[in-house]
T-cell receptor, first 122, second 114 residues
Framework: EAGVTQFPSHSVIEKGQTVTLRCDPI?????LYWYRRVMGKEIKFLLH????????ESGMPNNRFLAERTGGTYSTLKVQPAELEDSGVYFC????????????????????FGPGTRLTVL | AQSVTQPDIHITVSEGASLELRCNYS??????LFWYVQSPGQGLQLLLK??????LVQGIKGFEAEFKRSQSSFNLRKPSVHWSDAAEYFC????????????FGKGTSLLVTP
């Protein structure tokens, strides 16, 4: 079974340009997450999709970031316009939906991560 | 704010020696606990997890971790380290009262010497 894949693996852009990152989750996983690691800092949550719906976008830093998941399969994360502080590694993760948890249950959620996209803004 | 602390940024051990990586989280709601490893050029790989039950959990690659609620800790251990264990290790916590987001520590970079 294929794991989570991300494209591109690296991207170098100029400040002010636009970049789109793509994530393909594990087949059958309805949960999809985006995280970011800025150099020297911890990995931070950005947002969470359940199928095509945004369940939690509390970690999105500002309105220059737009995440979409049309059709509930792959997801894109667009940064427009990119700033220097957006440099870092962007990770995508996926997991199976636990509807008991969505309803307020207590089971945990195991997230499987992709290799990440290293974004450098010059 | 809920937080996860990995107090050791870098650790160096000799091959064959035992290893313990520390992880503490801020006291609060029921935690779901994870350890991930990132080898150079690779993504984050799940080593082990704790949701409930036996507080000593076994993972892949010979790793284990013990959840100690009284100490808010989830330390990772391995009795004998191999050179291939050199990587960065991340402790992550999902708090049951704050959605599904994982809260990560800053990571511990492990160097294994011959």
């Amino acid at each position: 079974e294929a794991g989570v894949t991300q494209f591109p693996s690296h991207s170098v852009i100029e400040k002010g340009q636009t970049v789109t990152l793509r994530c393909d989750p594990i087949s059958g996983h309805d949960n999809l997450y985006w995280y970011r690691r800025v150099m020297g800092k911890e990995i931070k949550f950005l947002l969470h999709f359940v199928k095509e719906s945004k369940q939690d976008e509390s970690g999105m830093p500002n309105n220059r970031f737009l995440a979409e998941r049309t059709g509930g399969t792959y997801s894109t994360l667009k940064v427009q316009p990119a700033e220097l502080e957006d440099s870092g590694v962007y990770f995508c993760a996926s997991s199976q939906v636990d509807y008991d948890r969505l309803a307020g249950g207590k089971l945990g959620d195991t997230q499987y991560f992709g290799p990440g996209t290293r974004l450098t803004v010059l | 704010a809920q937080s996860v602390t990995q107090p050791d940024i870098h650790i160096t051990v000799s091959e064959g020696a035992s290893l313990e990586l520390r992880c503490n989280y801020s006291y609060g709601a029921t935690p779901y606990l994870f350890w991930y490893v990132q080898s150079p050029g690779q993504g984050l790989q799940l080593l082990l997890k704790y949701f409930s039950g036996d507080t000593l959990v076994q993972g892949i690659k010979g790793f284990e971790a013990e959840f100690k609620r009284s100490q808010s800790s989830f330390n990772l251990r391995k009795p004998s380290v191999h050179w291939s264990d050199a990587a960065e290790y991340f402790c992550a916590v999902e708090f049951s009262n704050s959605g599904y987001a994982l809260n990560f520590g800053k990571g511990t970079s492990l160097l294994v010497t011959p």
